[in-house]
Every structure is written in C-alpha cells, then in structure tokens.
C-alpha cells in the first residue's frame, strides 16, 4: 500500500509566496550592502587590491565547492569502473581501487560539509553511482557504496548513518546491493547492512541496527510507517571479565 503526501493547495500557494517574499528580501539586503562598499573601503583602510581579495573569496568559496565535486566524480569514475555485487580478494586491484575511492570521498567531506544535509546532497551521490529518488534528503551518511546503493523518493538519511559498508571477511571484501524503499526514515547513528532491502514506509529508529526478516507484514490500512524491527546499538563500555 503507497501513501501520498501533498499539501492542500490553499497552503501550497502560502508556502510558495512566502519563500518568493524570503529571496527577495535577501535581494535588497545585498544591493543595500553592495551601495555600501566605497564607506567600508574608506573605514577599514583598504587598498584596491586588498578590497578586490575580500569580493574574490565571496564566489571563490562556490568555485572550490564546484571544482570539488567535479574533481572527486572524475576520480571516482577514472579510478574505480562501476562496481556490481560480488567477493574481491582485498589483495586485488577492485579491493585497492575502491579503498583509494573512499578515501578521496572521506577527505572531500571539509570542503563539502555544507552540500549534506541539503536540497544538493542528491545530485552529490548521483555524481557518484547511487541512485537516489526525487525529494531524498541525505544528512552525513557513512560507508556508502554508491554503485550498492538505491534510495526511494522521499526519503531521510539522518546523520552518522551507516549506510551499506562492504563487508570485509577473511581476506575477501564483499557486496550487495543496499535498497531503501520510498518515505522511509532512518535515524541518527543507525546501522543498514549490505544487502538490506527496506520496502516503502519504514522508520529505523535512532542508534538501532537494521535486522532483516524473513517476510514483510502488510501495512495496517491509515498506517503511514512501518516500523522496521530492529536492535538497540549499545553505547556502554565493554570491560573484560576478571
């Protein structure tokens, strides 16, 4: 059973009238700060060139975030051929090309902060190999395989998600195919396995780890969510036992 969620028309209209008034405003801030340039030259004492550094590092900071992302595709598809589900020795190039991938990925997260948990953090993982459904929205998730990974439309990655790591096991690195299904919701600090498929309506709660069942219930008619049966992470300290 799928469950539409749409707005009355009447709101609908409010809310888009309301962010037309929004970037507006954020219009007319900036022109009456771009008037004002000459008077912040005179008061803080700038040179031409110094006042011609500080307006280059406004579109600079969009230009490195631009050639980041375009940098960090490039290498991943230069690097790394698109992946398909299988075992690796971890001694073998795939294994080693994929290790350098992720790397670049990782380091690529203090440039790209500001791009998660945003209307663009789709486009990010699409640049990749994932397939990600209209409306996704991906916070700081963790362990993506992007070739593995397929994401519904309308759907929450929260942040620090484990999402789909390969497995790695006795010298051999394995995947599978990671499946989240459309308006599903998975919280903060969660855990989806490789090869979990999660159908449509699914909330994962917060610090739980994503178990698979054998079959599916069938959701409750009026029911929006089904909840995905899982286990609490613990955070307590392990001590050996003396």
């Not at 698109?82 to 020795?89: D, H, N, V």
């Not at 610090?207 to 054998?214: D, G, H, L, N, V």
């Not at 008619?221 to 003396?242: E, H, L």
Request: with cysteine; net charge positive.
């Amino acid at each position: 059973m799928h469950f539409a969620y749409s707005l009355p028309i009447r709101i609908t209209r409010v809310y888009r009238i309301a962010l037309s008034i929004f970037f507006f405003i954020q219009g007319i801030v900036f022109a009456s700060w771009a008037s004002r340039i000459p008077d912040i030259k005179t008061s803080l004492g700038l040179s031409d060139a110094a006042l011609g550094g500080l307006l280059l590092a406004l579109p600079a900071s969009a230009l490195l975030l631009l050639l980041t992302v375009l940098m960090s595709a490039l290498l991943r598809w230069t690097l790394l051929p698109r992946l398909t589900s299988g075992r690796w020795p971890v001694y073998g190039q795939i294994y080693l090309r994929r290790w350098l991938t992720n790397q670049i990925q990782e380091s690529s997260l203090s440039v790209l902060h500001g791009l998660y948990a945003s209307i663009y953090a789709g486009t990010w993982y699409r640049l990749l190999g994932a397939k990600v459904g209209p409306g996704t929205e991906i916070s700081t998730a963790m362990g993506i395989v992007p070739d593995m990974l397929t994401l519904g439309r309308d759907s929450f990655i929260a942040d620090g998600v484990m999402l789909g790591d390969e497995e790695i096991d006795r010298g051999w690195m394995t995947m599978r195919p990671t499946v989240i299904g459309n308006r599903s919701f998975v919280g903060n600090g969660a855990y989806v396995p490789d090869g979990s498929v999660l159908p449509d309506d699914v909330l994962i709660g917060v610090q739980s780890r994503a178990r698979p069942m054998p079959a599916w219930p069938a959701a409750r008619p009026g029911s929006a969510i089904r909840r995905w049966r899982c286990r609490r992470v613990s955070r307590r300290p392990v001590f050996p036992s003396t």
